[in-house]
């Protein structure tokens, strides 16, 4: 899709004036400089693509380029940043845009941004590999592409969460006003996220006679191809003569605001060098993710300088999601009728219910929001006699292919890091042959070959009996915590599980047991003891993919770090589009109410 007309007489007479008003504001305009990421004694200049008959052969040297003023400098090119460059360069056409990007194309086996991350408990959260991703698109490489709506009792003040809701259902409704685009961006169709408010689906249930109360079962997650940010939008944002794109470069520190809490100046290296340069713009966006937002902004403490101090806020009350699997669901109707698996739109868009709570439920339960969805019988353990399940643990756990299929929080959500059961395994797949290899094969196609992919398997129990994965929101502790080292550099993180994040999951589970039995629907069977519950969640659950927290939004500085427009506060130009402005994680995964949010931020600011 390209953003800006150039052909015909509307095209010529947007070019005359763009270039006018680039000559006015004396704004350098490189093209790319991805020539930053050179070979040592390779030429420092950057060769100018596109479309030669009207750009012809320009290099651009660096040194030009950092004498310029951009409009917008944008940190981070994953969903975020990415998001917000495109809807910016639509909004403003007349805005010079610079994206920085660490990564780069044929990224080592290292970096130096995840090698100086040290991870305190790593019992529950995964090493800084496996976290992010570096280069265009960011952690949109490993997407699952499921998009999830944030709900309204994520912004207001429960109990349970202490003083961590410093947000309020004004700026969900606010954001709201922008999931059309992001759903567009993001490729998940733009249906609803509730089925009450389809009418080809309201009067459907998840299993024959299951009723809406206290669980529901109409909420859903919808599922994007999944869109690869990087690859899928390089050519739009390389054709853009509006956004310029940095690749090998790290956001090392800002600058100084001056009186007004105008910063002008952010400083950045080049691939692992210690030397600095100076990169000028008017407006500043950190949409680096949780982990680089919050580092350059600890390392960044002269832009609180215009307040009594740095907020007290930043860096802490970090959160992910609990998940994993206590218990199995067994359902009393019509195996064929229950909706194990994904629905689809005519459009092609997967979706899938959740078991989801109301508000009114969680605030006089004094709960976290928790989702749970169906899911398939652990596949490490054999005893699911499913030859199917066992041909894929088998895959998953061989060394070459296994790394081939799935990331590796994927592929551990799989193993759970267990080669176990080998022989029983193979007992499974020869007895069911041989849907034991076909429904693999079918799943392989669907999931890897279409453009429009399977977003997960979930196979039909004849038994109409499923495991039930639960995905629960955190308390805000201060506590959990990401901080600077003593070289002042290093990211050191805290992240634990609290006894109120456990037993909510636990009271969950029998919220749901005692509902299906009411209706006579189904009941709960528990894997573990009452008593051996908390120990089990604190010994399954694992995060630091979904990160949040660490510059919440709040109405001041003494209870946050970014104002509801998510301005840094003590300064006038510099925003943050991260999930780091969170102050709650929700049951929801965070990438695609960010890019609603990212979407809001490029209209407010087009709108300034």
């Given at each position: 899709m390209d953003?800006?007309?150039?052909?015909?007489?509307?095209?010529?007479?947007?070019?005359?004036?763009?270039?006018?008003?680039?000559?006015?504001?004396?704004?350098?305009r490189p093209r790319s400089l991805d020539g930053l990421c050179r070979k040592p004694g390779t030429s420092g200049a950057a060769t100018f693509p596109g479309n030669r008959s009207k750009y012809p052969f320009v290099k651009v040297d660096f040194s030009k380029a950092t004498a310029g003023i951009y409009d917008l400098c944008v940190i981070g090119s994953g969903p975020a940043g990415i998001t917000f460059a495109l809807e910016a360069a639509r909004m403003m056409p007349r805005a010079s845009i610079l994206l920085i990007e660490f990564g780069r194309e044929a990224m080592p086996a290292h970096n130096v941004l995840d090698d100086s991350i040290c991870i305190e408990n790593l019992r529950n959260h995964h090493e800084p590999y496996e976290c992010t991703n570096k280069g265009l698109g960011g952690s949109s490489a490993t997407w699952g592409g499921r998009c999830v709506m944030y709900d309204p009792v994520d912004f207001l003040s429960r109990d349970i969460v202490r003083?961590?809701?410093?947000?309020?259902?004004?700026?969900?409704?606010?954001?709201?006003?922008?999931?059309?685009?992001?759903?567009?961006?993001?490729?998940?169709?733009?249906?609803?996220?509730?089925?009450?408010?389809?009418?080809?689906?309201?009067?459907?249930?998840?299993a024959e006679g299951f009723q809406?109360?206290?669980?529901?079962?109409?909420?859903?997650?919808?599922?994007?191809?999944?869109?690869?940010?990087?690859?899928?939008?390089?050519?739009?944002i390389e054709?853009?003569?509006?956004?310029?794109?940095?690749?090998?470069?790290?956001?090392?520190?800002?600058?100084?605001?001056?009186?007004?809490?105008?910063?002008?100046?952010?400083?950045?290296?080049?691939?692992?060098?210690?030397?600095?340069?100076?990169?000028?713009?008017?407006?500043?966006?950190?949409?680096?993710?949780?982990?680089?937002?919050?580092?350059?902004?600890?390392r960044s403490p002269q832009l609180f300088a215009g307040l009594a101090g740095v907020p007290d806020a930043l860096g802490r009350y970090y959160q992910g999601h609990v998940s994993g699997k206590i218990a199995s669901v067994q359902f009393h109707g019509d195996p064929r009728k229950t909706e194990y698996g994904f629905l689809r739109e005519p459009d092609g868009t997967y979706l899938r219910r959740r078991f989801h709570f109301?508000?009114?439920?969680?605030?006089?339960?004094?709960?976290?929001?928790?989702?749970?969805?169906?899911?398939?019988?652990?596949?490490?353990?054999?005893?699911?006699?499913?030859?199917?399940?066992?041909?894929?643990y088998l895959a998953m756990i061989t060394p070459v292919l296994g790394k081939k299929l799935a990331p590796p929080a994927v592929a551990h959500s799989v193993t759970k890091g267990k080669v176990t059961g080998v022989p029983a395994h193979l007992m499974n797949i020869l007895r069911?042959?041989?849907?034991?290899?076909?429904?693999?094969?079918?799943i392989f196609y669907r999931r890897y070959i279409r453009r429009r992919k399977l977003p997960g398997v979930f196979l039909f129990s004849p038994q109409n009996r499923y495991a039930l994965h639960f995905h629960a929101e955190q308390v805000p502790d201060r506590k959990n915590r990401m901080e600077l080292g003593p070289d002042g550099d290093t990211l050191v993180i805290h992240y634990s599980l609290t006894d109120d994040d456990v037993?909510?999951?636990?009271?969950?589970?029998?919220?749901?047991?005692?509902?299906?039995?009411?209706?006579?629907c189904g009941h709960l069977d528990y894997w573990f003891d009452r008593a051996a519950m908390p120990a089990a969640i604190h010994d399954m659950s694992r995060d630091g993919i979904h990160q949040s927290g660490t510059t919440r939004i709040a109405a001041a500085p003494e209870q946050g770090v970014v104002n509801s427009d998510l301005l840094v506060f003590g300064t006038e130009n510099v925003f943050v589009c991260s999930s780091s402005v969170f102050p709650t994680s929700g049951q929801a995964n965070p990438t695609f109410f960010l890019c609603a949010m990212a979407v809001r931020l490029a209209h407010h600011l087009a709108q300034a």
């Open positions: 953003l800006c007309p150039r052909d015909g007489a509307a095209g010529r007479a947007l070019s005359s004036r763009r270039r006018a008003w680039r000559k006015f504001r004396n704004v350098a003083d961590g809701c410093t947000w309020d259902l004004s700026f969900l409704e606010d954001v709201r006003r922008h999931v059309p685009r992001a759903a567009e961006l993001c490729e998940c169709g733009q249906g609803p996220f509730d089925l009450a408010e389809d009418p080809a689906r309201a009067e459907s249930r998840i809406s109360a206290e669980v529901t079962d109409t909420v859903v997650e919808r599922w994007s191809m999944p869109t690869q940010f990087g690859p899928r939008y390089r050519k739009e054709a853009s003569p509006q956004i310029h794109l940095l690749e090998g470069c790290r956001a090392s520190r800002f600058g100084p605001p001056d009186q007004t809490g105008c910063v002008s100046e952010l400083f950045v290296r080049v691939g692992e060098s210690a030397t600095e340069s100076g990169v000028r713009s008017r407006r500043f966006v950190v949409a680096a993710g949780t982990q680089e937002t919050t580092r350059l902004l600890l109301p508000a009114e439920v969680l605030c006089r339960e004094n709960l976290l929001n928790t989702a749970i969805w169906l899911d398939n019988p652990l596949y490490f353990n054999p005893s699911h006699r499913s030859g199917a399940m066992s041909f894929m069911g042959l041989p849907g034991s290899l076909w429904t693999p094969a079918s037993n909510s999951v636990i009271r969950c589970h029998e919220l749901l047991d005692a509902h299906l039995r009411k209706l006579d």
